[in-house]
């Protein structure tokens, strides 16, 4: 990995662009797009009815996953910053008709 030798920072680490998109959970799962990226950033939208939980490359269920915390209960807007190859690596598992939103980076 390509380092800079004035800030000691990685180079390489820097977006090259990305994205967002808006998932809807449709009989209790959902799947992200066929996205490349190198981060994601998600988090459940407002006025969701149940808990969403997400799973990276396995399918996400009641007892598999980890809950997302929704926009307006989490500090400052927070949310989940995970690091994957693909938007389609996520599965989510909730209540029909909830959403989830992801800002992806290349």
Same mark, same amino acid.
């Given at each position: 990995?390509?380092?800079?030798?004035?800030?000691? *920072? *990685?180079?390489?680490r820097v977006s090259? @662009?990305? @994205?967002?998109?808006?998932?809807?959970?449709?009989?209790?799962?959902?799947? @992200?797009?066929?996205?490349?990226?190198?981060?994601?950033?998600? *988090?459940?939208?407002?006025?969701? &009815?149940?808990?969403?939980?997400?799973?990276?490359?396995?399918?996400?269920? &009641?007892?598999?996953?980890? *809950?997302?915390?929704?926009?307006?209960?989490?500090n400052n807007g927070?949310?989940? /910053?995970?690091?994957v190859h693909n938007?389609?690596?996520?599965?989510?598992? @909730? &209540?029909?008709?909830?959403?989830?939103?992801? /800002?992806?980076?290349?």
């Amino acid at each position: 990995m390509a380092n800079n030798k004035y800030s000691n *920072q *990685q180079t390489n680490r820097v977006s090259t @662009g990305g @994205g967002a998109e808006r998932l809807t959970i449709a009989s209790t799962v959902a799947q @992200g797009s066929d996205l490349p990226c190198r981060k994601v950033y998600v *988090q459940a939208t407002v006025g969701n &009815t149940g808990l969403v939980r997400m799973n990276v490359g396995a399918a996400a269920s &009641t007892s598999l996953g980890i *809950q997302i915390p929704e926009a307006e209960k989490a500090n400052n807007g927070g949310g989940l /910053m995970v690091e994957v190859h693909n938007v389609n690596e996520l599965y989510f598992f @909730g &209540t029909d008709d909830d959403t989830i939103d992801i /800002m992806y980076l290349r």
